[in-house]
């Protein structure tokens, strides 16, 4: 049987990491930026190039099959968009290796093939809406446009003004639905961005599962003051009463369960003077967990706790939820698929539940979906310093292949 050609695999990495490329070697393809706009096109033009048919979806997801083939496939590949000052391989190293196997099946005249489809899907990240997994939920028919329509973005742009600069528009997000019906199953390869893998010496690991993500974003309205003349005791200092109950997260979320996380990703204290109290706060609260019930007693906790140091620090509060994507456990029989396809490569799969969120969260509940890892060196992701050797991104693109083969056979 014919292999991925790595050498080909990586030097797309290279191209793909130069587009939204920093100094530092991160890269930055926000969602719905020139940049990211530009990896979608080069990812299509990579396709047409391997002589596959491309198209870029109403949510900008990016799709790439044999000429004349109209499903049911197989689906397998990652999103394209990065976090800011990011790492060139999250999500783009599953894309391009979904890329890199259709091209050798292609290739090797793989009957297979015609049953393959691949994706680089849009806006997986969620920094810029605060709500992420907009291209695969767009094409799951889950995304709500209603609520995301009057969404600003990070920067406080209003959504159709930044999916208008992208050539996009929200209300036909939900045409790329129309396509769900044609995708038989899906197959995610993606890197840990994280340190288990390494620190036990495992080049592959079957995803058992993915962790809920619940997103919040918390307002805490103090009384702005004069930071020189007001005593402490007549303060309702908005940043005090935040930086309290973020102080204590860490200790409150162990607390109740020593695997689920959380994070306090962005705060902003206004007005912003060096000599004012914050009469506001704002804060985003993200927590993490393969159990939901688990996330949800820890977002009561932590609303709890933070109801009683307001009711001291003579604070308003006031919270919306972001988004909350629900436990995702993978589809048995792709895990199996998954196996045997790292078993043909000598390899024994470990087992790990994903901390991270993934397209296949979604895809999950809706066709059979698989997920593989590739360890991250040093655990590094979401970061300029984000890296995987050559050789197991290269043993994970032949364990894609092998799963593909699989699992698109058994496509009626
Ligand atoms: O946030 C995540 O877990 C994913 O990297 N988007
Ligand atoms: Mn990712
Ligand atoms: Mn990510």
Not at 7 to 22: F, H, K, T, V, Y
Not at 216 to 225: H, K, M, V
Not at 271 to 287: D, M, S, W, Y
Not at 290 to 296: F, I, K, P, Q, S
Request: proline residues 4%; aromatic residues 4%.
């Amino acid at each position: 049987m014919s292999d991925v050609n790595g050498e080909r695999l990586l030097a797309d990495l290279q191209a793909l990491s130069a587009i939204g490329g920093l100094a530092d070697g991160g890269v930055d393809r926000l969602a719905w930026s020139d940049a990211d706009l530009a990896g979608r096109r080069w990812f299509a033009k990579r396709m047409q190039e391997a002589g596959l048919e491309a198209r870029l979806d109403a949510a900008l997801n990016v799709f790439g099959h044999v000429p004349g083939t109209t499903g049911p496939y197989l689906l397998t590949g990652s999103h394209l968009d990065s976090v800011p000052n990011g790492g060139r391989l999250d999500g783009a190293y599953g894309a391009v290796a979904a890329l890199e196997v259709l091209r050798t099946l292609v290739e090797s005249k793989n009957p297979i093939a015609p049953l393959v489809e691949v994706v680089g899907f849009s806006d997986e990240e969620g920094v810029r809406f605060a709500s992420g997994l907009i291209g695969s939920l767009a094409l799951t028919g889950e995304l709500d446009t209603a609520k995301l329509g009057e969404a600003h973005d990070w920067r406080g742009v209003p959504i159709d003004q930044v999916l208008a600069a992208a050539g996009r528009e929200v209300d036909r997000l939900v045409d790329a639905h129309q396509h769900l019906a044609s995708i038989a199953g899906f197959l995610e390869l993606h890197i840990e961005q994280g340190p288990r893998m390494e620190a036990a010496g495992i080049d592959l690991a079957l995803v058992t599962g993915i962790v809920g993500v619940h997103r919040q974003r918390i307002q805490l309205i103090g009384e702005q003051n004069h930071a020189g003349t007001t005593p402490f005791r007549l303060r309702h200092d908005a940043g005090r009463a935040a930086a309290r109950a973020t102080a204590g997260l860490y200790e409150l979320v162990q607390s109740i369960d020593g695997d689920a996380v959380a994070n306090v990703g962005f705060m902003q204290l206004e007005p912003g003077g060096v000599n004012v109290i914050p009469g506001r706060a704002t804060f985003t609260l993200e927590v993490r967990h393969l159990d939901e019930a688990t996330v949800r007693r820890i977002v009561a906790a932590f609303a709890e706790r933070l109801q009683e140091i307001c009711a001291e620090e003579g604070c308003r509060i006031e919270s919306e939820l972001l988004s909350w994507v629900p436990p995702a456990p993978m589809d048995p029989t792709q895990v199996e698929i998954l196996q045997q396809a790292c078993r043909q490569l000598d390899r024994e799969p470990a087992r790990l539940w994903s901390g991270a969120g993934h397209d296949a969260a979604v895809l999950s509940r809706h066709v059979p979906t698989g997920m593989l890892f590739v360890p991250s060196l040093g655990g590094v992701s979401h970061s300029p310093r984000e890296a995987t050797s050559d050789a197991h991104l290269v043993l994970g693109a032949r364990a894609l292949l092998r799963a593909v083969e699989r699992s698109a056979a058994r496509i009626k």
